[in-house]
């Protein structure tokens, strides 16, 4: 493979993107509402939010695809040319391709648009393309479709790839699967933007996120750090059944505990800060304990803390 | 260029593969040399239909007065009020009682082909005895042109039109719709080199069938092309080229295959009807025939037919590939500035 502002370890350093005050309108409506961030060469950076927040809208501005309202992208601290076309790669939400091209010949035939070409054998290879290279796109899975997006997004060697919910509608081990690839694009030193609804994907993946709300960044950092800052303390769940009304009316009134049903109503979530005190209050109320589980705060709880439970359209 | 062929490439292998849609491509060209076929076995179809009211023998002064004539061609029906019915609708120009004299007729009096049927009939073309004195006829020196020598070159014109627009427009507007546009336009590919694949991809395709439809008929039907075959190659190519580009202002931003096919359908009627495939508009306003003037499918009819039935050189086609050359490139710019990759 190409290797552009190559360092020490054989690490790619180039990739570097900013985005400048982007604002975005449809109409009346403020799609992206003056988003600013950096992201820096080498990472895997995470675009978060829930349904029309305006991260597939940031992304196809910076993707080119769309015009912006306002608003400055700069790549590698210059402004985007024709050259930054050649220097990207982009996996859409959902896209088709030639129906009756073969998944070998789709992937060339997007090679052959790139000046800078990567071996096709080794990106069948590393996409795990090799048993379905000769079947025709339309004969394709979805798993081995999204597998085949992203060799297409890779067949340039890009510095920079985007990567808009490459698993959305995946079963676990395709899923997992697409991880490991993006894990292991991101260990050649490659930037990686990626948006995803899975909050545990942008956990293992992402090393940098933003949260977008309404066409605003409403949290950015990284995610342990997010995490620590916005949910301290740990969660202990049980079934709602073993906790009475007493108990829960004494958890509302302790200061260091607050208290939830889970989305399905069958468990109670204590949240709290003090996991001795509150599992010592539990038992001297002889609550059972045999089905209680502790874990810490995840990426989805800042998301739902951050965002609402509120269902979005 | 690597990116254009790349997509020329895709493109061709994408048409070849999709087995109904090349099947029929190829099926068409064949069915219409069919259709020829059984159309001119006899020498083409005489224009006046009458109908001999009997379900007997024919008389032998009407067998010979009309159903040996040229120009009429005679069906039998029994029953009197149906072959009155069918004349009332133009289905039949004349009907005659095969009985003994008189020989009673009927026409359909505001049925142009009727009129002149019975003026066949009772050779009463022209009445006026001076007139007739003072003429004398004439013939033409060059070989007469047969109507299917005529015909031909507006039946492939017209065959293109179809494939051209539609071809071309349905297929940019669906790789709209399912986001293959929009995957190309986060690559370096222009718009100019993508539509310059569409169009060599679609006239290659065109090419290829129509070379199919005039090798059949040739050798089925037994006309010649009077011009050279190269020369009408070459001329046939830039048509194909001006009306594909019409289709690409069709395609350049529409965003749903039912608002292409509305599209294509008022542009394709009123290119069939102007451009003399069929018959001629020497007879209509001017505005109608500078208006035609406008439509590429004019030149192309008209050229091909100079070559065809007149042995007409390329150079003898300036003012034809003067007006394709310019339309080309009016309907190409606009095609390419309005032309979006995305919804």
């Known amino acids: ?313 | 260029m690597h990116r254009f062929w790349s997509i020329f490439i895709a493109r061709n292998k994408e048409y070849y593969r999709d087995h109904a849609s090349f099947g029929w491509n190829i099926m068409f060209p064949f069915l219409i040399i069919f259709g020829f076929a059984l159309i001119f076995q006899n020498g083409g179809q005489r224009p006046y239909k009458v109908a001999i009211l009997t379900s007997q023998t024919i008389h032998p002064a009407i067998q010979m007065q009309v159903c040996s004539h040229d120009l009429f061609s005679c069906i039998h029906i029994a029953d009197k009020e149906m072959a009155i019915d069918k004349l009332n609708h133009h289905q039949l120009d004349m009907v005659l009682e095969n009985v003994a004299h008189p020989f009673k007729y009927w026409i359909n009096s505001s049925s142009p082909k009727g009129i002149l049927s019975e003026s066949l009939l009772t050779r009463k073309a022209i009445s006026n005895h001076e007139l007739n004195q003072r003429l004398i006829k004439q013939t033409i020196d060059s070989k007469p042109v047969h109507y299917i020598e005529w015909l031909f070159p507006g039946i492939i014109s017209m065959g293109m039109m179809f494939s051209s627009l539609f071809g071309i427009g349905f297929t940019i507007v669906r790789y709209r719709q399912n986001g293959v546009l929009k995957r190309l336009k986060a690559t370096p590919l222009t718009s100019f080199e993508y539509l310059c694949a569409q169009i060599l991809s679609r006239l290659l395709m065109i090419l290829l069938t129509n070379i199919i439809l005039y090798t059949g008929c040739s050798w089925l039907l037994g006309f010649q092309c009077r011009g050279s075959v190269f020369h009408l190659l070459i001329f046939f190519s830039i048509g194909t080229i001006s009306v594909i580009s019409v289709g690409l202002i069709v395609a350049a931003r529409t965003k749903t295959e039912e608002l292409a096919h509305g599209l294509l359908n008022i542009i394709t009627w009123p290119m069939m009807f102007l451009s003399e495939v069929w018959f001629s508009i020497e007879d209509a306003p001017m505005w109608i025939k500078r208006f035609a003037l406008c439509l590429p499918l004019s030149h192309v009819t008209r050229g091909l037919r100079h070559i065809m039935n007149d042995g007409a050189h390329l150079f003898d086609l300036s003012t034809e590939l003067f007006y394709l050359s310019i339309l080309t490139v009016v309907f190409l710019s606009i095609g390419s500035l309005l032309f979006k990759w995305t919804q």
Request: with cysteine; proline share 3%; hydrophobic share 40%.
């Open chain 1, 1 to 313: 493979m190409r290797n552009s502002g190559v360092n020490q370890n054989n690490i790619s350093t180039t990739g570097h993107l900013t985005v400048k005050n982007l604002v975005k309108y449809y109409g009346k409506i403020c799609a992206v509402n003056n988003i600013s961030f950096n992201i820096a060469p080498g990472i895997c950076f995470g675009l978060l939010g829930p349904n029309g927040a305006g991260k597939t809208t940031t992304i196809e501005i910076i993707e080119g695809i769309t015009h912006p309202t306002s608003g400055e992208i700069l790549y590698n601290d210059a402004p985007r040319d024709r050259s930054f076309w050649e220097r990207i790669g982009v996996q859409f939400q959902s896209t088709e391709l030639f129906a009756f091209l073969t998944v070998r010949e789709s992937i060339q035939t997007f090679m052959r648009l790139y000046r800078n070409q990567v071996s096709l054998e080794q990106l069948i290879r590393i996409c795990s393309l090799e048993d379905i290279q000769h079947q025709e796109n339309r004969k394709i899975s979805g798993g081995q479709k999204q597998r085949l997006m992203l060799a297409i997004a890779l067949a340039n060697n890009p510095d920079l790839i985007f990567l808009d919910e490459p698993t959305t509608g995946l079963d676990p081990q395709s899923r997992r699967h697409l991880w490991e690839i993006v894990s292991a694009i991101k260990q050649k030193g490659k930037t990686i933007v990626l948006t995803t609804h899975y909050m545990e994907e942008a956990q293992i993946l992402c090393d940098e996120i933003i949260i977008v709300d309404k066409g605003k960044i409403i949290a950015q950092g990284v995610p342990e750090d997010l995490i620590t800052r916005k949910c301290a303390g740990q969660i202990i769940r049980l079934p709602q059944e073993n906790v009475s009304q007493d108990v829960r009316q004494l958890l509302s009134s302790n200061q260091d505990m607050t208290w939830h049903l889970d989305a399905t109503n069958k468990f109670i979530l204590i949240q709290t800060q003090t996991v001795n005190e509150c599992i010592a209050l539990l038992m001297h109320h002889q609550v059972d304990l045999s089905r209680l589980t502790i874990r810490p705060h995840n990426l989805e709880d800042l998301f739902l803390q951050l965002t609402g439970k509120a269902l979005r359209h």
